[in-house]
């Protein structure tokens, strides 16, 4: 069965640096997701992606978080510049389309902010 | 806005036994209504989902899930639990396959052998 992939598993950076988290959907799949987990807490939405733009965004979804989809097959998050409270578990989902149609889930990113 | 409610953080069964994890959903629309699984170090897996038609749903795993609309409900159900089954159930919500989902918090499920 397709899966999404998500690269790192574990992602170690120091507070102020620059990551992408990189995730490889699943491949007839159109619309694109990012959601984290911060440690005990609920699965939050951070953006959505559809058509090579962004279709919504929460709050958490600052100046400092991008999204890209540089070619046919990767999706990318970028934090510019991290802080302590990044730390988290990312994880990206992908959907094959409007209506009646999951989102798959990847095995998540845990991005360590030092 | 919509909102999921998990009353249960965390639930102990034994093995053999039935199992009922609650879910209460806040959506001013008819809900998309679906259950993920998340086990140790791994990500979320899709168990069941609920679009629109017959209110009890089937899934994987052996598990079921039935939708009453006049409760604001969709609690997961199984008959008989094994050790596998221990994890991390979230259940969550969404206008549609395309639009974001918003997670319960979850329950933790610890099987006792």
């Known amino acids: 069965e397709p899966e999404v992939t998500q690269t790192p598993s574990h992602q170690v950076t120091q507070m102020g640096q620059e990551v992408i988290l990189r995730c490889v959907p699943i491949s007839n799949h159109l619309y694109f997701y990012w959601y984290r987990q911060i440690l005990g807490q609920k699965v939050e939405f951070l953006v959505s992606f559809y058509n090579n733009e962004i279709s919504e965004k929460s709050e958490i979804f600052d100046d400092q978080f991008s999204v890209e989809r540089p070619d046919g097959s990767n999706f990318t998050l970028k934090i510019r510049s991290t802080k302590l409270e990044d730390s988290a578990m990312y994880f990206c989902?992908?959907?094959?389309?409007?209506?009646?149609?999951?989102?798959?889930f990847g095995d998540g990113t845990r991005l360590s902010i030092l | 806005a919509q909102s999921v409610t998990q009353p249960d953080i965390h639930i102990t069964v034994s093995e053999g036994a039935s199992l009922e994890l609650r879910c209460n959903y806040s959506?001013?629309?008819?809900?998309?209504l679906f259950w993920y699984v998340q086990s140790p170090g791994q990500g979320l897996q899709l168990l069941l989902k609920?679009?629109?038609?017959?209110?009890l749903v089937q899934g994987i795993k052996g598990f079921e899930a039935e939708f009453k609309r006049s409760q604001s409900s969709f609690n997961l159900r199984k008959p008989s639990v094994h050790w596998s089954d221990a994890a991390e159930y979230f259940c969550?919500?969404?206008?549609?396959?395309?639009?974001?989902?918003?997670f319960g918090q979850g329950t933790r499920l610890t099987i006792n052998p």
């Open positions: 989902a992908s959907a094959g389309g409007a209506g009646n149609q999951p989102q798959h």
């Open positions: 959506y001013g629309a008819t809900p998309y």
């Open positions: 609920y679009f629109s038609g017959d209110t």
């Open positions: 969550a919500v969404g206008a549609g396959g395309a639009q974001k989902l918003v």
